[in-house]
């Protein structure tokens, strides 16, 4: 039967704002021994399925600093502190895209990565999205919206143009929730 | 038309071994303006959905630091930096479960977050894994090892025990290159 570690002693070693590098002293329960380990700590991230009325979904092109490359993504984003997630959900939307739709629904929640993130990403499903108003961009985001017909996306994933794990998860929620979305 | 932004400048905040932190200073191309951006440099992941002859696919539970939660996951781990991740994907399996099984066959490769992490994960397939040996678990890894029916998966995940975006993001490539293998 595996025991939890104690985590004794945690020391910030950089606030990035979003998110916290923490160095973390834990014990093993097994061995007693101690282990130093890197955690970063940020705050709730939400990701949508946002479809029109005609099953088109909405997708997002920008560059990503991380890869350094440019990704096709759905929209999503950090939940605000007083924020819910599908508050976030639909606000990100809004901001990102323009468009806006009827009330979210929860589909899923996933640990982005347990072993090094502490937090959860939650996705919504959003459906008959409609255009609403211009996108609200801060002076960092160059965002390009478009639409593809839902049933498309298997092979988008397929030919690598959708590449990001929290995207991949979002349509693995889609497709078992509501399998005929994806596969008429 | 996007732009690529262009990294001007970057500056080690920490090396904590299993990642390195990064402050970038990137110009947008689109106003000229300077960001400070927050990247982490990894080196390659891999995760392994692997079978045993009938069809049951081996998991492994373990303490997790980042979310301080215990996880259901696939086996996996980081790519050395003298291996190819076929190699790291039957090291991992063997080391992390004591078991071995046909040529890893690749199935797809994710960014795990292109906002902030650099590198990918490469997910692979090995058929017919029979218990081999022991596992080497080094002092900081208590893991546990079992099998469950493949088709029992999307019910597993569903009912929140398996929540790791990278796994299911693995068994979302699964379910695309191996339909049949998943919903018999």
Known sequence: MLKAWLHE?????????????????????????????????????????ALTPD???L???????????????????????????????MRELLEETGYAGDPPVSIGV??????????RCHTFLIENCRWS?????DSGEDIEVMT???????GIIAAGDINHALVISAFWWLSQKHPGLLHP
Chains 1, 2 share one sequence.
């Not at 108003?133 to 961009?137: F, Q, S, V």
Request: aromatic residues 6%; proline residues 9%; charged residues 25%.
């Open 133 to 137: 108003r211009e996108p609200e961009l």
């Open 148 to 154: 593809r017909p839902l049933q498309d996306v298997p």
């Open 55 to 57: 099953r088109q979904v």
């Open 9 to 49: 002693d945690r020391e910030l070693i950089a606030d990035m704002g979003v998110f916290q590098l923490y160095r973390v002293r834990a014990r093993s329960p097994r061995t007693g021994q101690y282990r130093r380990l890197s955690v970063l700590h940020a705050g709730s991230w939400v990701n949508v399925v």
């Open 59 to 89: 997708l997002i092109r920008q560059f990503r600093h991380g890869t350094g490359e440019f990704t096709l993504e759905i929209p999503g984003g950090m939940v605000d502190p007083d924020e819910m997630p599908a508050q976030a959900a």
């Open 110 to 119: 996933v640990t982005p990565n347990p072993a090094i993130l502490n937090n």
